[in-house]
């Protein structure tokens, strides 16, 4: 089997490392440098606190990868909740996973205090913790993956974008074209507009994500959402890397640059849920992927044509598991993940032509 694969993101690799090692020939092409889209901003925060049985399954085996691959450096995902209703989702999210055999717990805010002295717990109504969970340094996770499909032969292509001549014929920028067995789609926000000139549809909106990183940092803190509040932060190479200021935009159209409005705002909710007032080291912005009902589409949309994208902003998260998935689709075999995303994640259980609001508010600006 002879496959192409376009983008050079960490799920796309990891397709191209998984076919080539089973012995598929394998060509990817990357338009700019590996992982100079979503996977090279990400946060890289990996954890399998998921109470669908599906999403879980999936987040069990990319642990599972990352671990094998040495990339994975344990770190404890908290999420807490200030309000009565949030509160009450996240007790029902703990019963949930436990019921799957997921190593999560409820702890009090008072515990949570003890494990972590900077976290400022006063007003927290529940928090719960996933042992199991763990950080990823995006950069070492690209280069990782390109290192390993290299190594089993397969061909990448960086600087070089590429377009869709037929479902499984890839045109190089010269007019050369290649035709493959199979054409595989990975290319973000670039993957909608790739396959609409095939008329294939998509329900795929993009939206702009930001986060900063502050200085060094003395204090030990875990990976912590806060679902009140509606934002993030992990440890991230000494200091803290603090996330939020998701907002939709046209992807031909797009800053890379944070707003300093953001920077502001984010930096004084981390102070006012720390004992921590550091400075920010450094901002920026990317772009995200999202479809309507916030699963993936990762599966086939024409004869010999696949395609992976939709991520919500997990795909760095779910790249060793659903790389794998897509590969063992490719080549007829049996997943090895528990709870097969075929039909939940199928690219076609939409029409294409939705009109949704890529963050769920269809009263934000949009």
Not at 27 to 44: I, K, N, P, Q, V
Not at 74 to 89: F, G, K, N, S
Request: glycine share 10%.
């Amino acid at each position: 089997m002879h496959v192409g694969i376009v983008g050079g993101g960490a799920v796309g690799l990891t397709v191209a490392g998984d076919l080539a090692e089973r012995g598929s020939a394998v060509t990817l092409y990357e338009r700019d440098r590996l992982g100079s889209g979503a996977s090279g901003r990400a946060a890289g925060i990996c954890y399998d606190a998921f109470a669908d049985p599906t999403d879980a399954a999936v987040a069990t085996r990319a642990l599972e990868r990352y671990r094998e691959w040495g990339l994975l450096s344990p770190c404890p995902y908290v999420w807490v909740a200030r309000e009565a209703q949030d509160a009450r989702a996240v007790r029902e999210q703990v019963a949930e996973m436990r019921a799957l055999g997921l190593d999560v717990e409820e702890i009090t805010p008072e515990a949570l205090g003890e494990r972590y002295p900077a976290v400022e717990t006063g007003g927290l109504a529940a928090c719960a913790v996933a042992n199991d969970a763990g950080t990823v340094d995006p950069d070492a996770v690209v280069e990782r993956l390109a290192d390993r499909a290299r190594a089993v032969g397969a061909t990448v292509y960086t600087g070089t974008p590429v377009s869709l001549a037929d479902p499984t014929t890839v045109a190089m920028p010269d007019g050369t074209e290649t035709a493959f067995d199979a054409v595989v789609v990975a290319a973000g926000p670039a993957t909608k507009p790739l396959l609409a000139a095939l008329d294939i549809p998509l329900a795929l909106e993009t939206y702009r994500a930001q986060v900063l990183v502050t200085e060094p940092v003395a204090a030990a803190l875990p990976s912590l959402y806060d679902a009140s509040r509606e934002f993030y932060w992990r440890p991230w190479k000494g200091g803290i890397l603090v996330g939020d200021g998701a907002h939709a935009v046209d992807p031909a159209e797009w800053d890379p640059a944070a707003d300093p409005e953001f920077v502001q705002s984010t930096r004084e909710r981390f102070r006012g849920a720390t004992a921590l007032d550091p400075a920010v080291g450094r901002s920026w912005a990317g772009l995200c992927t999202a479809t309507p009902d916030r699963d993936p589409l990762v599966g086939q949309v024409a004869d010999g044509c696949w395609v992976a994208t939709g991520w919500q902003g997990h795909g760095l998260m779910r790249a060793p598991a659903l790389g794998e998935y897509l590969a063992e689709q490719l080549r007829g075999t049996t997943s090895i993940i528990d709870a097969p995303p075929a039909e939940q994640f199928d690219p076609t259980r939409f029409d294409g032509d939705e009109t949704f609001h890529p963050l769920g508010d269809p009263t934000a600006d949009w």
